[in-house]
């Protein structure tokens, strides 16, 4: 599957008109993942032997409607989750270069229709990305898409919650990372099926003993450990804790399988400014 106060968003306008994903034609055997690694800085904790499990298990059809599929510039690939029947939640690192948005609902499988009556393809039509987005130090990592017209409310299509800025900071606490990334650093491609794992949510303080001080308050991290994580490709798409969004895949070491944490801009630390640029 991987400061201070949120200042005011800067707002980049509507993308070109689009034509539905068919009519543009893009080439799914050579998407690619739009990732961001970080270097760690020490060991990865010890691995249980032979564990593999970083894409988790295929999930069950239907069973995680708030998931999306974005497909960039009809060339990369990334995770979101709706939010509303006009917003989608996802990564600024995901959209910050895009020029034109695909956007999938209802899937299991995104790149075919095929035994998929939920499924809905839609265009966004503008972007929100965080005004201190910071690629270089991996800082304020979140963005929100307009698309209008998402069927919330029909068959595998809903709406998550989101964290409220008052949450704590949910360590301790069990998250379930859904998402399309690469099952393993084998794999060259994203998983054709949506696949679900449970992840155990860490102190930020634990998880600076991998990455540093790159991990702020606006971070929140799970554990590696047995080899568990987000990969290529799930990059923003939604950790979840008992139905609520409470963070957005952002990045972790370029080997997934190396049992590092990964780690998701907070939900309630940037929670004020979604609320401020969607309404929601």
Known sequence: MKIAIVAIACVLGTFAAAETVEELGYDWDNIKSLDLFAEPIGPAPPQPGGLRVIGGTVAARGAFPYQAALIVNLLSFCGASII???WILTAAHCVDSALVVQVVV????????????????????????????????????IALLRVAGIPVGSPGISSISLAPATSGTFAGSTGILTGWGRTSDASNAVSNELRTVQLPILTNAVCQSSFGSIVTAQHICTS?????????????????????????VSFGASQCEAGHPSVFARVSYFRNWISSNSGI
């Open 224 to 248: 590696g450990a047995g080899t568990r994580g987000a990969c290529n490709g799930d990059s923003g798409g939604p950790l979840v804790v008992s139905g609520v969004e409470v963070g957005v």
């Open 106 to 141: 209802g899937a299991h499988n995104p790149r075919t229709t095929v035994d998929e009556p939920t499924q809905v393809r839609l265009s966004a039509n503008g972007r929100v990305i965080h005004s201190a987005w910071d690629r270089a130090n991996l800082q304020n990592d």
């Open 84 to 86: 509303s029947g006009d």
